[in-house]
């Protein structure tokens, strides 16, 4: 029995050793052919590199390379093929190697091209670490091209980011090696490289940016000059300081990981303060300066960058209208003099585009480009006074207000905040559209107050209006800081029958053989305010110009707009529309000094405006609102009709007992009610109008408490000229 249990237990040893070895060979056939597969993929990689060696080995050199210079005809162009700038216009300075400090030949090392000395023109093992990298961050974060590869582009290719390019690249760049020196190479590409700013080369950059020459250019600037190539646009100095120092401060690093320099040196060279020239006279052939630099940064967001555009031989066609553009610049210029605004801190900014399209047909962003390169269309925050008011009532129009319901143009006190009109002067029960044409003050701040200082962020909000908002009655007088970009663009869906249309500057880029490889789609377009409200705001803000504040901007064609002056007169505004054009104009000191008192929104701005507009508006000729008809009616003194804030008389009545303003009698309601029939009749082309029932809007009572509001500077108010 014993042997038998024995014999059974030998037998499945023997069975369970036969199963094991089984599986073994099994997975070991399997882990065996991913091995293989593995070997095969590396074998043909190898192959492939190898070949891809051979091949770029026995290409033949370049003859004549050293007489190749770059293909700089890239030129952008108006609407109205104009050439407004072209990159032939440059500043190239040529220097030898030799004369080249050593530190700058280590900066630009240290951040093109660190195996300059050690490759063949192209490195792959550099092009396979940036491949993985740019895949496992799913977009382009890190670059390939050697110094060689891009002297190549520079003087062979255009800039088009396609793959068949970069092979081109690449075996140019092993020609280039077979050609010329290591040091013939980075000295071709230093004399080369596109740096910004006009400058070609080094030599130029150094002249340009810091008016010496490259020899006498301690560390701090050479790193500066350095970290260009990258991103010329990004990182001028004349453009961004800050973005300009953080590229020289990782230039610096860089020398400094690569023992380049000492500690000491690197640490001092980041405190090193810049102190740059003057801006260069090559800004003066540049007919349309604030526009061009918006058109690159647009262009920048669309993939391409400045390196690309001023050394890739296109034909960038931009939306500007250069007749309009030249009208513009002249009209700040004879206006700023004509009122004593001489100063190199006093300011005006235009923009115009088209509310139906999105084209931008005028962009100035100061006086004097030689002197300020500092963008007051889209990088300025200024408080637009009064002519923030139309937000108001818009918000109001689309809560069912109507132009022609009455409101109470008396004293109103809301929390701690009491404001007053110009002069201290009042008018009594007047229409809603009275009140924004006179730009009452206590009118505006008693309609946010009855649709709620919610309702009016809301509009701002959709209009594209994205500078912060306080939660204030306040800002009914426009006490928040705009854009103009965004104001205007807000001013366009009044225009459009409530539709937001995004502006843009770029129509399309050709390259030197006339491909297009960037065609502008259809704008971006929301609709935003309902059709009845864009054409309510459209017929009170037509009597603003025709007989109220803004008088100084009519051009003798269907238009509407409004004014706007800031607090002791810091800032002044005119924003207005035709149907085919929406323009701002902002004028005021940098510093945000006081101006001339005479400055206000119906002056200087309304007359720039006047200026431009009628050249702009000359291809559309005498065109109409396209909106339903909305007749703006006289009222009648002691009509039995539902007030807004007349609830509130008694209250005011009390509160005016106790302060020193002008008392209402019988003489100013009268004259006010003259004003208005003087109004209805220039709108209804002297028409004798009949009796008319005044529309009565439900008006909900406010809440018995209100928040107490923080008292805000008001903004200053105009007066009825």
Not at 363 to 380: E, H, L, M, P
Not at 521 to 527: F, L, N, R, Y
Request: proline content about 5%.
């Amino acid at each position: 029995m014993t042997k038998y249990y024995v014999n059974r237990n030998s037998k499945a040893r023997e069975m369970a050793k036969s199963n094991i070895s089984k599986k073994s060979k099994k997975n070991g056939g399997f882990f065996s052919t991913l091995k293989f597969i593995f070997i095969m993929c590396c074998a043909c990689l190898l192959a492939g590199v190898a070949s891809l060696e051979l091949y770029l080995s026995s290409l033949p050199p370049i003859n004549n390379l050293e007489q190749f210079k770059p293909n700089i005809v890239t030129k952008i162009y108006s609407s109205d093929d104009e050439i407004i700038k072209t990159f032939t216009a440059y500043t190239y300075e040529k220097i030898e190697l030799k004369d080249i400090p050593d530190n700058f030949k280590k900066a630009l090392i240290a951040t093109e091209d660190k195996n300059f000395y050690r490759h063949h023109g192209y490195d792959l093992t550099g092009l396979a670490r940036s491949m993985v990298q740019n895949v496992l961050a799913g977009r382009v974060v890190q670059g390939a091209s050697t110094i060689t590869q891009q002297l190549a582009r520079v003087l062979f290719l255009n800039n088009e980011r396609t793959f068949d390019r970069k092979l081109k690249e690449l075996f140019i760049a092993a020609r280039i090696e077979k050609t010329i020196s290591k040091d013939q190479i980075l000295e071709m590409y230093m004399n080369n490289v596109y740096l910004g700013a006009g400058a070609y080369g080094v030599e130029a950059a150094a002249q340009i940016y810091f008016d010496k020459h490259l020899k006498d250019c301690n560390l701090s600037e050479l790193a500066l000059i350095a970290g260009l190539p990258q991103a010329p646009s990004v990182y001028n100095p004349f453009n961004n300081m800050d973005l300009a120092i953080q590229r020289r401060n990782q230039v610096l690093m860089r020398m400094f990981k690569m023992r380049y320099i000492t500690k000491d040196e690197y640490e001092a060279a980041k405190e090193e303060k810049l102190h740059l020239a003057k801006v260069p006279q090559f800004y003066t052939t540049n007919k349309a300066p604030y526009f061009c630099d918006y058109v690159l940064k647009e262009l920048e967001s669309l993939g391409f960058d400045e390196a690309e555009i001023s050394q890739g031989g296109y034909k960038v066609v931009t939306t500007l209208d250069y007749k309009a553009q030249k009208a513009a610049d002249e009209a700040i210029r004879k206006n700023l003099i004509n009122w004593g605004l001489r100063g190199d801190n006093n300011q005006a900014a235009v923009f115009a585009y088209s509310p139906v399209d999105g084209k931008i047909l005028v962009y100035s962003g100061g006086k004097d480009y030689t002197k300020s390169q500092y963008d007051r269309v889209t990088q300025a925050v200024r408080p637009p006074g009064s002519a923030f008011k139309p937000i108001v009532y818009a918000a109001a129009m689309e809560k069912g207000i109507s132009p022609n319901d009455m409101i109470e143009d008396r004293p109103i006190t809301i929390g701690q905040w009491s404001p007053h009109n110009y002069g201290n002067k009042y008018r009594g029960n007047i229409p809603v559209y009275t009140a924004l044409m006179v730009s009452s003050n206590v009118c505006a701040a008693r309609l946010i107050k009855e649709v709620g200082i919610r309702s009016v962020i809301q509009v701002a909000r959709v209009l594209g209006i994205e500078t912060p908002l306080e939660y204030d009655y306040t800002i009914a007088l426009g006490s928040n800081g705009v854009k103009l970009f965004e104001f205007t663009r807000a001013y366009g869906a009044f225009a459009n029958g409530g539709y937001v249309v995004q502006p843009y500057s770029v129509e399309r880029v050709e390259t030197s053989r006339g491909k297009v490889v960037y065609r502008a789609p259809k704008t971006k377009i929301s609709h935003q305010l309902s059709l009845n409200t864009a054409a309510e705001m459209t017929a009170m803000m037509r009597t603003v110009i025709t007989n109220g504040t803004g008088r100084a901007a009519n051009i003798g064609k269907p238009a509407a707009g409004k004014t706007g002056t800031t607090d002791d007169n810091k800032d002044a505004y005119f924003v207005g529309y035709t149907p085919n054009i929406a323009a701002g104009v902002w004028v005021g000191n940098d510093d945000n000094t006081v101006m001339n008192k005479g400055v206000q929104g119906g002056t200087v701005p309304a007359l720039i405006w006047k200026d431009m507009m009628k050249v702009a508006t000359e291809p559309y000729g005498k065109v109409e609102f396209n909106y339903p008809e909305i007749k703006l009616m006289p009222f009648a003194a002691g009509s039995n009709v539902k007030i807004i804030g007349d609830e509130e008389q008694q209250e005011q009545e009390n509160v005016q007992n106790q302060d020193n303003t002008t008392p209402l009698d019988e003489q100013s309601a009268q004259t006010a009610q003259e004003a208005v029939q003087n109004v209805v009749k220039t709108i209804n082309g002297e028409k004798k109008s009949e009796p008319v029932k005044q529309q009565t809007v439900p008006v909900s009572k406010p809440a018995s408490t209100q928040p107490a509001a923080a008292p805000i500077p008001m903004a200053v108010p105009e007066s009825l000229h």
